[in-house]
């Protein structure tokens, strides 16, 4: 019997260690717990088709960009138990996790698991809502298949930065622009993206959105069409003639009469 085999047949055995969730704070991210859905920011649930991230299934994020790898796993703090885990990311900056709004003290954390990866995500599945990995090499679609029959048991998400076999969704910026750099000056003051989600069932089409990822405040939202500083200024009416008349009329002009004057 293989070490992975039977590391699986173990998990198999024993009753998650995460409780089931069977109640939810108000609000959306509530809502999307009643659905089976681990709850994502707003700004990602036009981008999703479900609004959320369906409990026991894996995301990949193409390319394993950092800062949609963390927006997707920030809304993990709505649920219940509210837990997550890094993987095999040991260049992960805990000051962007908590600053897109991940709990840093219901954050596990293995940065080099080595080729035991598969073994940690199957123990940690049944412990949190939510793990976040890269594994050290490609994924052999037998390994993925029996992580999948894991996490359908726990109900836990697996957001993978790079490919992964059986993917239910892939996500991905398609483009993206750095603000707030001058010529050999400044500080970086956000990033926009285009978020583009295509996978299996109702996202087969794709799904794109474009977003402040982060915006200068550190936060995910979308990117307005036009700024608030361009929306043209609402115009006053202008004053019909008879009212600009009588409001002439109301005062003295000693140099001539008023109907000398030119109304315009």
């Known amino acids: 019997m293989s070490v992975f085999e039977s590391v699986f047949e173990s998990i198999a055995e024993r009753p998650p260690l995460r409780p089931v969730v069977s109640a939810a704070a108000p609000g959306e991210g509530a809502q999307a717990v009643g659905r089976g859905l681990v709850p994502v920011v707003p700004a990602l649930r036009e981008v999703l088709p479900d609004g959320g991230l369906r409990r026991g299934t ?61 073994e940690v995500v199957s123990v940690l599945a049944g412990a949190v809502e939510l793990i976040m990995l890269r594994p050290d090499g490609p994924v052999p679609p037998k390994l993925a298949a029996r992580l999948a029959a894991v996490l359908r048991r726990s109900g836990c998400v697996l957001l993978v930065a790079g490919p992964w076999p059986g993917a239910v969704l892939r996500l991905g910026v398609r483009s993206g ?18 978020v583009v989600a295509e996978g299996r069932g109702s996202a087969v089409r794709g799904r794109t959105a474009r977003l402040w990822l982060p915006d200068e405040h550190g936060a995910v939202r979308p990117v307005q069409e036009r700024p608030a500083q361009e929306r043209p200024v609402q115009e006053r009416p202008a004053l019909e003639r008879p009212v600009l008349v009588e409001a002439l009329e109301a005062f003295e002009v000693a140099e001539a009469p008023l109907d000398r004057m030119a109304v315009v």
């Open 58 to 118: 894996a995301v990949s994020v193409a390319g394993g960009d950092a800062g949609l790898l963390l927006a997707l796993a920030a809304g993990v703090r709505e649920t219940e138990g509210g837990w997550a885990a890094a993987v095999g990311l040991p260049d992960l900056g805990l000051a962007a996790a908590e600053g897109y709004g991940l709990d840093l003290r219901r954050l596990l954390v293995a940065d080099d698991p080595g080729p035991h990866w598969a």
């Open 177 to 194: 622009r750095w603000f707030g750099l001058g010529d050999g000056h400044g500080q970086l003051a956000g990033r926009q993206v285009e």
